[in-house]
């Protein structure tokens, strides 16, 4: 029958599908380059390419017609990479760069053509961010490759501020003040540089390392707020000297905010309220981010696990080596008791796509299991340092 002849072809289309499937399994449920989604999507291409090479090769056709079927499919490829090679091609060819290279991760601030945010994912194509408006914003690839890219360092920033004085005020008195309000807002290794000697004013730029980038937004209005309280408090006008006010004033009139009483500091004693910006604008980067860092700890656990396992075969103290076996063995066992949790949070929709309905479910579950993951991988790095104590000891 003529249909026997197609049941190769269709054997092969049948394991072609089977091995997407097998692939989508892997990745979603055994954390397979769970966090390279480049890697994922190649994968994708060269399964299906292949499988369409060999659906063409076992077509019950002659050779020539085999040729000419496979020298179309060359032609037609060949158009689409020609008429989309400075999108499609440019932009694959950028997510491999981006994947040998790695300038950034998922949470990651980064800014690239004037567009600023944090990652929330990375694919092969394109790079999607949240902006400091709380939208999703997506970035084709070769955007990031060929154009400079910030990216600013988990282990910290520099912020500053700029603000122009008059001459008529004491160079040290500024920098103090200004050095106040650098320390109050919690920065390393302040410092105060002289930028600009203008006709009227002197411009002066106050700065300090920010080692919690997480709340970067927050801690740059802070510092705004520090530098003007704390120049007020020190009886420094903000205003330019050329500053004109239509109203009449007596030649030792002051442009500042009046010092409160003792009466009104009782009063507003009471502390700001304080939100934490970050939290709503990235909402979806920081989700990314947790969600990376489970992972992360996760797949680290059971290979921290043999390494001290290795080490404590050296203990010559039986006692204690089997008390931190015990304890081994115990975090083990409550990792397994973790797993189900992480799986589950694999199972939710893609984290940018998450419906509305089920976003409070998978908050809930992400803190909780962040802190699980967080508690066992502590707990490790205890017997951990037990261990290495004991071997020190020995020695």
């Known amino acids: 029958m003529v249909l026997d002849q197609f049941i190769p072809s269709m054997i092969i289309l049948l394991v072609t599908f089977l091995l997407i499937v097998l692939f989508n399994f892997l990745f979603k449920k055994r954390n397979i380059f769970s966090r390279d989604k480049i890697i994922q999507q190649m994968i994708f291409v060269v399964i299906l390419v292949t499988g369409l090479l060999f659906v063409i090769f076992s077509l019950p ?16 490829i060949g ?24 300038p950034f991760r998922v949470g990651d601030f980064i800014k690239a053509d004037e567009t600023f945010g944090r990652v929330t994912e990375i694919y092969f194509l394109h790079t999607q ?60 290794n302040p410092f105060v540089h002289i930028e600009k000697l203008g006709d009227f ?55 500042m905010p009046p010092k409160e009483t003792a009466a009104e500091k009782m009063k507003n004693k009471e502390p700001e309220p304080r939100v934490m910006t970050e939290e709503i604008v990235f909402d979806k980067a920081i989700l990314a ?40 063995n115990l975090l083990a066992q409550r990792e397994e008791e973790i797993r189900p949790a992480i799986q ?15 976003h409070d479910v998978y908050v809930r579950s992400l803190i909780e299991t962040e802190k699980d993951i967080t ?21």
């Open 61 to 76: 056709i002659d050779i020539e017609n085999k040729n000419l079927i496979l020298t179309f499919v060359s032609i037609v």
């Open 201 to 255: 004013s002197v411009t002066y730029k106050v700065g300090g390392l920010l080692k919690n980038v997480e709340g970067l937004i927050t801690a740059r209005s802070d510092f705004k707020k520090n530098v003007m309280d704390a120049l007020h408090d020190s009886d420094i006008e903000i205003v330019s000297p050329t500053f004109m006010n239509q109203r009449v004033f007596s030649e030792d009139y002051v442009c």
């Open 129 to 188: 961010i949240q902006s400091m408006d709380r939208d999703l914003i997506t970035i084709p690839n070769m955007t990031l490759v060929s154009k400079p890219l910030k990216t600013i360092r988990s282990s910290g920033t520099i912020i500053k501020v700029t603000v122009s004085l008059g001459y008529d005020i004491s160079r040290k008195k500024i920098e103090t003040s200004l050095l106040k309000a650098a320390e109050t807002t919690g920065l390393d």
């Open 289 to 328: 981010q947790m969600l990376d860092r489970i992972y992360t700890t996760a797949d680290g656990l059971a290979p921290r696990r043999k390494e001290i396992e290795e080490k404590l075969k050296e203990i010559g103290d039986e006692a204690l080596k089997e008390k931190l076996k015990d304890q081994l």
């Open 375 to 395: 508690l066992l991988s502590n707990r490790h790095m205890d017997i951990e340092r037990k261990t290495d104590t004991a071997l020190e000891k020995q020695q």
């Open 79 to 102: 158009a689409i990479i020609a008429f989309s090679s400075t999108t499609f091609v440019a932009n694959a060819m950028a997510g491999i760069m981006l994947r040998l290279i790695h």
């Open 344 to 358: 589950a949070l694999r199972d939710f929709p893609d984290i940018t796509a998450l419906p509305d309905d089920q």
